[in-house]
């Protein structure tokens, strides 16, 4: 009785009021709550003493559009360069560009973190939670075990033939002008090395978990890349959103991609079932060879197949789907942009790519000989693909973790619960401090006394560190290493002159007051995007 003479009584009051008064009372009201909560951001939040752009102190919203332009890891670093090696990046982000903050958020494995919420988007649109994205720790920890044999130094040795046959593929269509013709010492035309570098990241990541290349250095698929961006973009950027938690179900179902009148959606529907259909053939593949008693083929997945826990259980369908387009967006993206920035330096500093095409053709007698363990015993190419790495780490913005119920000390420094920390790659790979002369690319800092490459490495975070670190990075270098070694083993390269070193800052599309002219430039869209460099090669004289 009394709640409904309550309702007549609010219907009352409203109905007093016409639609014009009731829009300015809701404008006022909001209004002055949006005032309020910016003066507590400012003054008594816990977060309000520490320095940062007045803007991001008040509102999530100029880290959203960051995430949009693709300069997010350039406004952290600028940053960290006015205010400090601590700086508020959100009304409850602090960034750290430091080593001791490092291994207290990530290499500590009792750090009191966990990932936080906008892991919850980061693969939505797989469908399941792939081992990047899961938060719950125990979870997470079972998921990576089940992984870790497919990336052990046993499962490296046998990995290694069918990253041979990608290069080779790699460098044949890359080079074939060089093939063709009388002049066997002409050089070819300029050739976008940023296209072939991203087509051999999804071919051998392909081979390596399903059993065969996707072809696109053969000309199939080759609106994989620009899905996987767009892709990375939308999730960057929707995961800060203020409703993400309303968008991530919707997500979460990618049948509906199919119906969306937009070819990006359907685009990406496509690579989803790319890596479902390969999975499930793979597989098929396995059982044949197994049933049959034939020689399995001991890639990713086989190694997968058959990883138990101390119980018996192994990944479901659903997990293993969900890794299988993880594996492919990510572990062939960042191949591409290292490879890209490790010939981009090495063309920009003339002595460097000598002193390393020297140690490649004098520690190999042929291009056939480049194989491990040699190959991690050529301390030049160690400081290149180290150096190309810091410079232009693939993930350039902080790896986000929620500080949990009793807080966590960083850097002397106590951060309170549900306070969301980070080390942002790209700031602590220029830091001063970490890396002197940061913006210069010198393999030699990798050489160097113990005492100098120590600081180096504790400050290294290209994979990130601790529990959550890229799992396939050994993978990763391998493919690297042998890209560079067998290209330049084989041939000379060098910039058109009509064309010059495009990759770097200050022109086309890496125009702005915060892309420096002579560094190779990432659009920072949750994994990095690029162009250039645009290079010729030529067979070498021997």
């Known amino acids: 009785m009394a709640l409904a003479s309550l309702k007549d009584h609010t219907s009352a009051i409203l109905q007093s009021f016409s639609y014009a008064e009731l829009l300015a009372i809701a404008v006022t009201t909001y209004t002055i709550y949006s005032v309020l909560r910016i003066v507590y951001r400012l003054t008594l939040h816990p977060l309000a003493k520490y320095p940062g752009n007045f803007i991001e102190k008040i509102s999530d919203w100029p880290t959203i559009y960051y995430c949009y332009c693709g300069d997010r890891h350039l406004r952290i670093q600028e940053a ?36 936080a919420d906008w892991y919850h988007t980061v693969d939505a649109g797989s469908g399941a939670r792939s081992v990047q994205s899961v938060v719950d720790k125990p979870y997470h920890a079972f998921r ?25 593929t790699l ?5 074939k002008e060089c093939n063709q013709g ?38 199939e698929h080759r609106y994989v890349p620009d899905v996987v961006k767009w892709t990375s973009q939308f999730l960057y950027y929707v995961g800060y959103l203020p409703f993400a938690p309303l968008i991530r179900p919707i997500l979460i179902y990618t049948s509906i991609m199919k119906h969306i009148p937009s070819k990006n959606t359907r685009d990406t529907y496509k690579f989803f079932q790319i890596g479902e259909e390969r999975l499930i053939a793979r597989q098929a593949a396995e059982e044949r060879s197994v049933k049959n ?60 790519l000598k002193i390393l095409t020297t140690e490649l053709r004098s520690s190999f007698a042929s291009a056939d000989e480049i194989r491990l363990p040699k190959l991690n015993q050529l301390p030049y190419l160690y400081g290149v693909v180290e150096e190309a790495l810091r410079m232009v780490p693939c993930v350039a913005s902080p790896f986000p973790r929620e500080v949990l119920p009793g807080g966590l000390t960083i850097d002397d420094l106590y951060i309170p619960a549900g306070t969301v ?59 690297i290493k042998l890209v560079i070694a067998k290209l330049l083993w084989e041939y000379e390269v060098r910039v058109p002159e009509e064309v010059g070193l495009i990759g770097g800052g200050g022109r086309g599309a890496w125009k702005g007051d915060l892309r420096r002219e002579n560094e190779y430039q990432l659009l920072d869209y949750l994994v990095g995007y690029r162009e250039g460099p645009i290079v010729q090669f030529r067979k070498r004289e021997v």
């Open 80 to 115: 960290h360069r006015k205010y400090g090696t601590v700086v508020r990046i959100g009304p409850n982000m602090l960034d750290f560009n430091t080593a001791t903050a490092l291994s207290a958020i990530h290499r500590d494995k009792n750090a009191n973190v966990k990932k």
């Open 144 to 168: 990576r075990k089940m992984l870790l044999p497919a990336f052990s130094e046993t499962a490296l040795r046998e990995h290694e033939k069918f990253v041979h046959n990608n290069v080779t």
């Open 171 to 175: 460098i044949d269509e890359m080079c």
């Open 182 to 219: 009388d002049d066997k010492s002409a050089w070819t035309s300029p050739v976008d090395f940023m296209l072939f570098a991203a087509w051999y990241g999804f071919d051998y990541t392909a081979d390596l978990a399903f059993g065969s290349p996707m072809g696109l250095l053969q000309n």
């Open 293 to 352: 008693d034939k020689d399995v083929r001991r890639d990713i997945f086989h190694f997968i197949f058959h990883a138990r826990d101390e119980s018996g259980v192994a990944l479901s369908q659903e997990e293993m789907i969900a890794d299988a387009s993880f594996f492919l967006a990510a572990g062939s993206d960042g191949v591409g942009i290292a490879l890209g920035a490790a010939l981009y330096y090495l063309l920009q500093n003339p002595e460097t």
């Open 421 to 479: 920390v980070g080390t942002s790659p790209y700031a602590l790979h220029h830091n001063e401090d970490n890396y002197p002369d940061s913006f210069a690319f010198k393999p030699e800092r990798w050489l160097g006394d113990e005492e100098s490459v120590a600081r180096a490495k504790s400050a290294f975070n290209t994979f990130s560190v601790g529990q959550y670190n890229c799992i396939g990075k050994n993978v990763a270098y391998l493919s």
